[in-house]
C-alpha cells in the first residue's frame, strides 16, 4: 500500500516538476517522506525520469537532498561521479577512501539476480527490482561516457567499471597513465594500513628447557611461553613468561625447616624483559639477536601442612636471571608468523642445605605469534588482492 501511495506522489510531482527546473526537492520529499528508506525509494525513481527529462537541476537537487537526509553510500556516490563525467565536472574530491567498498558493493550488486546484495545497502527498502532498474540508468551514462574522447584516466576507469564491473579491470590502476592519480594511490593502501610508528607483537610457545651443570640432575622438561612486545623499526622490546613442567629426573635433598627431604618436585617459571634487534629481513622472513634480563623461579618443595586450614607448604628457589638468543621467524601471512627461538639462560640458584643446583639452562621453542612483516603488508594492498583474485 505503501509503495502505491508514494508512486501515486511521485507521478504527480513529476508532473507539476517538470514544468519548471526550479522546483524544490525538499518541498518534493518531506512533506510525504518519513525515513531514508522512504526517501531512497521515491528518489531513485525520481531522479532518473529528471535527468534524462534533461531537468538536470532538479535531479541534483533530490539527489543532494537525499545525501544530505541519508548520508553518501554507493549508489549515491556512482551517481555523483558519473554525471560530472557527462558533464565534463569531474574531481578526485568526489571520492576518498571509501570507494574502495562501494566499488565492491556495486560488483555485487551488478552479478547479483537473488538479491542477496541488498545487505551492503542498509537502509533500503527491499525493492531489489528498483536498484536493478536504477543500475540501468547508470549504465546509460557510462555507456554515453565512454564516447567522449577526452576523459582522464580516472574518468575511463570509473566509466568502464561502472558499465562493466569485474577485477580485471583493476589492471588498469597499475598502467602508467594512472601514476600519481588519488585512485592509484588509494587502492595502493596496505589492507592493515600503513606501518605504525609502534606496532603490537603477540607469541605463544612451546618447546624444552634443557639444564645444564649441577641443575642437569633435574632433567630436561616441556616448556611453554607467551609474551607481549611493542616492534618500533627494528627493535622489539618485550616481556615474557616461559613455565616448565614435569617431575624431576632424579630426586634431589632439600632443607626446609630444618628437615631433609628427599624428593622429585619441579616446576620452573622465569620472568623476563628482553629487547630483540633484527638483524636480517628477506621477504617474510626475519631474524632476530635478543637478550635481557629478569627473574627465575624454581619450584623444588611442596609438602603437606600440618595444620589442615593452611593446605600445602612449598618452597621456591629463585635467581635473577639473564640470557641470549636468537630467533627465525617466517610470516605466514601480513599479521602471522612461526618462528623458532633458541635462548641461553644464566641462572643460579642456591639450594642451602640441599643437593648442589647451580648451573645454566637453555630452551628451544617452536613459536606462533602475531606481528607485522613490513615487506608483505606492503604488498598486500587493496589493489593486489583484487588483481590476484582476478588471476585466479
Known amino acids: 500500500m505503501r509503495n502505491i501511495v508514494l508512486s501515486i506522489i511521485l507521478v504527480c510531482t513529476f508532473s507539476f516538476s517538470s514544468r519548471s527546473q526550479e522546483t524544490n526537492a525538499r518541498m518534493l520529499l518531506a512533506d ?37 537526509k541519508c548520508g553518501t553510500d554507493e549508489t549515491i556516490l556512482r551517481t555523483k561521479i558519473l554525471w560530472a563525467i557527462d558533464a565534463g565536472k569531474f574531481s578526485d574530491d568526489l571520492f576518498g577512501n571509501e570507494v574502495i567498498q562501494y566499488l565492491d558493493d556495486y560488483q ?20 531489489f527490482s528498483l536498484l536493478k532498474w536504477y543500475q540501468t540508468f547508470t549504465d546509460s551514462i557510462a555507456l554515453r ?18 558499465l562493466h564491473p569485474n577485477d580485471s579491470l583493476f589492471l588498469l590502476l597499475t598502467g602508467k597513465e594512472y601514476e600519481g592519480t588519488k585512485l592509484r594511490k588509494i587502492f595502493n593502501t ?9 606496532a603490537e607483537t603477540y607469541t605463544m610457545g612451546a618447546g624444552l ?59 620452573e617459571l622465569g620472568l623476563h ?11 617474510r622472513q626475519q631474524l632476530y639477536l635478543s637478550g635481557g634480563g629478569g627473574v627465575e ?16 607448604d612449598s618452597k621456591a628457589l629463585s635467581s635473577p636471571g639473564l640470557n641470549f638468543g636468537a630467533t627465525y621467524i617466517c610470516y605466514l601471512n601480513a599479521r602471522n608468523y612461526i618462528g623458532i627461538k633458541a635462548r641461553y639462560n644464566f641462572e643460579n640458584f642456591n639450594n642451602s642445605g640441599g643437593t648442589n643446583l647451580r648451573g645454566n639452562s637453555y630452551t628451544l621453542t617452536l613459536e606462533y605469534g602475531i606481528g607485522l612483516n613490513s615487506w608483505l603488508n606492503a604488498k598486500t594492498t587493496y589493489l593486489n588482492n583484487r588483481i590476484s583474485s582476478f588471476k585466479r
Open 108 to 127: 555485487w550488486l551488478h552479478n547479483d539476480t537473488t538479491g542477496a546484495s541488498l545487505t551492503a545497502y542498509y537502509y533500503y527498502t527491499p525493492e
Open 273 to 283: 624483559l628482553d629487547i630483540s634487534r633484527q638483524i636480517l629481513q628477506y621477504k
Open 209 to 267: 628447557w634443557v639444564p645444564n651443570d649441577k641443575l642437569s640432575l633435574v632433567g630436561k622438561h616441556p616448556l611453554v611461553s607467551a609474551s607481549l612486545g611493542l616492534i618500533r623499526k627494528r627493535t622489539t622490546v618485550s616481556i615474557g613468561a616461559d613455565l616448565a613442567m614435569g617431575y624431576s629426573k632424579n630426586k634431589f635433598d632439600v632443607l626446609y625447616q630444618d628437615l631433609i627431604y628427599h624428593q622429585d618436585n619441579f616446576m
Open 190 to 198: 596496505p589492507v592493515l594500513g600503513e606501518e605504525p610508528e609502534w
Open 32 to 68: 510525504s517522506l518519513s525515513d531514508c528508506s522512504e526517501i531512497q525509494y521515491a528518489a531513485m525513481q525520481l531522479i532518473p525520469l529528471y535527468y534524462q527529462d534533461g531537468i538536470v537541476d532538479t535531479a541534483s537537487r533530490i539527489l543532494k537532498y537525499w545525501s544530505n
Open 145 to 162: 561516457a565512454l564516447s567522449y574522447t577526452d576523459l582522464s584516466a580516472e574518468e575511463v576507469f570509473f566509466a568502464k567499471y561502472y
Open 297 to 312: 623461579i624454581l619450584n623444588v618443595l611442596t609438602v603437606s601442612s600440618d595444620n589442615s586450614s593452611s593446605g600445602n
